[in-house]
């Protein structure tokens, strides 16, 4: 069964507009929740994460809203750049594992 | 500092041969992975190591077989390369720190095609 499920596969923004990815969980154990960039060719990378116990985090132009209670965080990218063009992965982690869940990607293309 | 290596970067088999897919971490890693990619879709965990002599099994772990002879090291095997393993193979690596957070750090990958 697909644990993190993530919306929408692709997306297409102008230059200075908002990106949001939006993702949900199902299993209550996931403790960590990380944010992956790939570029083409690339493997993924960090971008950003956060627990469970804080509602927002904010990083330069990314941000992670995070509800606990309805199972489901988004990732805001403000202000989009053609820098940003990428492949975007929600993730889930148990710590007690160390096994991340990934979500099935979100393709962000930004037009200058 | 070179990270996660994997190598090699591409290969092209034939059904039914064999091949290993090396992969080195010089960040003094405990835990290793190996993910697979298939086109426009997420990672899914083949398997994974929490230390030199230990593996253990992922999502996926059919036709594949790995070791974890050194803390450095862990290759992937595939015995009889099949077309579904068509796919870009990630190599991974991450300390373990709890629930607090824990950064995993990817290779580059390796695109394998079997025809």
């Known amino acids: 069964q697909q644990q993190v499920k993530q919306s929408p596969q692709s997306l297409i923004v102008q230059k200075g507009g908002i990106s949001i990815i939006n993702c949900a969980y199902e299993?209550?154990?996931?403790?960590?929740f990380p944010w992956y960039q790939q570029f083409p060719g690339k493997g993924p990378a960090l971008l950003i994460a956060?627990?469970?116990?804080?509602s927002e985090k904010k990083e330069g132009r990314f941000t992670i809203s995070f509800n606990k209670s309805a199972k489901q965080f988004s990732l805001h990218i403000m202000d989009s750049q053609p820098g940003d063009s990428a492949t975007y992965f929600c993730a889930a982690l148990k710590a007690a594992g160390n096994k991340l869940t990934f979500g099935g990607g979100t393709r962000v293309l930004v037009k200058p | 500092n070179a990270g996660v290596t994997q190598t090699p970067k591409f290969r092209i088999l034939k059904i039914g041969q064999s091949m290993t897919l090396q992969c080195t971490q010089d960040?003094?890693?405990?835990?290793m992975y190996w993910y697979r990619q298939d086109p426009g879709m997420g990672l899914k965990l083949i398997y994974y190591?929490?230390?030199?002599?230990?593996?253990d099994k992922g999502e996926v772990p059919n036709g594949y077989n790995v070791s974890r002879s050194t803390t450095e090291d862990f290759p992937l095997r595939l015995e009889l390369a099949a077309p579904s393993q068509t796919s870009v193979y990630f190599c991974?690596?991450?300390?373990?720190?709890?629930?607090?957070?824990?950064?995993?750090?990817f290779g580059e990958g390796s695109w394998l095609t079997v025809v």
């Open positions: 956060i627990r469970p116990d804080v």
């Open positions: 960040m003094n890693h405990n835990y």
């Open positions: 991974a690596s991450s300390y373990l720190t709890g629930w607090s957070g824990n950064t995993i750090y």
């Open positions: 190591s929490v230390g030199a002599g230990i593996t």
């Open positions: 299993n209550t154990a996931f403790d960590y």
